[in-house]
């Protein structure tokens, strides 16, 4: 499955890039007004092929759920449980994703990659998928959220002392993100917002964004959760330490995955480049979404022009990934939740960038003189 995703992916259409720019020449304001929206609608127009492209409409969240192994080593004071305890507030609707998404009119679908503790809501509705995994359809607007059961191990191991996957449980991660990519856009979803949860994820994210990028842990690792500077130096020793005792090589990066990503990491590349096989765009939330965008790029460069960078998380990691991924985020909140929190609240913006190709009048047809 993932070699054939890759393959399927193919760079943007240039010709209807400069059908886009053309059009907002033309539109009834004055040429570049409109700012980096303009630039992204051109953007979607070349990922969809065609201008203008389709209104990024409805909008479905993917929360991809892991624990970690690394959490022995004290990255973070929040207990393991918690990571079990939100999936059950997500599905019941009382997070601040459920709050976003409502807002925004998006379905939420939880899927369990890799969480230790047993969950709360095991019986949770999900449709059953390939090779036995339930699946998520994508649910309608309003619907209540969805559980998809996709645990491809209890969580990861220490990263600090061993590799945190072995290659196939990092491949399985990366093609379960695939097919929920496929089913919710099979299901109708116009966009895809990446959502994660996994006490003590910022540290692989930190060690993926280094190994991917060559900059120093210092640079790529953030306080998380808001960890005190003590707990904050152990975690860039950790994370120093796993790739100086690994040495992930980044033209290999299923192989950086393994050693040193999560499961929900992997997953969330594997949306992505699900998302760019089938040209739908992939709204990326924080600083997870964007070390997991950064293997999907390794894995296939032409990914990004799928890549819609929601903001910028706090996380000093999440801007050296943007950077090497070239992507200018739509807004900058100071926010470092997670969840898909600041994707949803980035959509409007994108669903704006594309609905002016597709409402806005010409100078022509509205009679305007131009300059």
Known sequence: MLETTIAAIRPPD?????????????????????????????????LAGHCPPP???PAAVAIFAGDHGVHAQGVTPWPQEVTAQMIGNFLAGGAVVNAFARQAGASVTVVDVGVATPLPVADAPAAVGPAGTEAAGAPATGAAPRLVAANVRPGTRDLAVTAALTRDEARAAVETGIRVADELVDAGAGILLTGDMGIGNTTPAAALIAAFTGFDPAQTTGRGTGVDDPTYARKVAVVRAALRRHAPDPADPLGVLAAVGGLEHAALAG???GAAAR??????????AVSAALAAAALAPH????????????????????????????????LRLGEGTGALLALPVVTGAVRVLHEVATFDSAGVAEK
Do not use: F, N
Request: hydrophobic share 50%; aromatic share 0%.
């Open 303 to 334: 990914a990004v022009a799928a890549m819609v960078a929601g903001h910028r998380s706090a996380e000093p990691g999440a801007t050296v990934a943007l950077r090497r991924l070239g992507l200018e985020p739509l807004i900058d909140l100071g």
């Open 279 to 288: 040209r739908t765009p992939v709204l990326l939330d924080g600083v997870i």
């Open 55 to 57: 209104l990024p409409e």
């Open 14 to 46: 240039e010709s209807a890039m400069a059908a886009a720019r053309e059009l907002q020449g033309r539109l009834t304001k004055p040429a570049g007004s409109l700012g980096a929206l303009e630039e992204l609608s051109v953007r979607l127009a070349g």
């Open 271 to 273: 949306l992505v480049l």
